[in-house]
């Protein structure tokens, strides 16, 4: 049982069969980008473990196909473990460990910049100065206490504490 598990793991049917998938996500989720808008297409289809049917807001959901995460797991596990496997340490052989060793590297760091990045940006005009920058997916309140001489206090409270109806205290 064990030698059929690590023979799935490491097949080269599992990596085409990855790819393809890979193909028809981004051609399915570059689409509906059109109607969705690129961060929800990128939360529903690749930053997701399954593209769910229906969408929001409709109670019962069913997953229908593999998300750019789960497709990018079973790659990644898939290429270590086939390294791991079939590949025998030689200075021959030097290229194709290069190679996939930047597969890997490629893959983690996707990953890993997906789960950890934050998107922000910074809008200056001409004389500007500023000490904050703004993301446009997320929202806050910010109360700025201006009657210092040299420096503002500023209390931000984020959209997520907001939208529950309490009490804030600062």
Avoid at 89 to 101: D, E, F, P, V, Y
């Amino acid at each position: 049982m064990l030698r059929k598990v690590i023979d799935l793991i490491t097949s080269l049917k599992l990596t085409i069969i990855c790819l393809a998938a890979g193909m028809a996500l981004i051609f399915a989720g570059t689409l509906s980008q059109v109607h969705l808008g690129i961060h929800e297409a990128q939360q529903r289809y690749f930053q997701s473990f399954f593209v769910w049917w229906p969408p929001e807001g409709r109670g019962f959901k069913i997953p229908i196909f593999p998300g750019g995460h789960l497709i990018g797991a079973v790659l990644l596990i898939n290429l270590i473990a086939a390294h791991v496997k079939r590949f025998r340490w030689s200075w021959r052989k030097l290229g194709i460990h290069l190679t996939h060793a930047g597969l890997i590297i490629m893959l983690a760091g996707g990953l890993f910049t997906d789960l950890f990045a934050v998107e922000s940006h910074m809008r200056l005009a001409r004389g500007d100065t500023k000490n904050y920058s703004e993301d446009m997916q997320r929202a806050e309140l910010a109360v700025i206490d201006t009657s210092g001489d040299d420096l503002d206090q500023v209390t931000a409270i984020p959209d997520t504490v907001l939208r529950h109806s309490r009490v804030i205290d600062h």
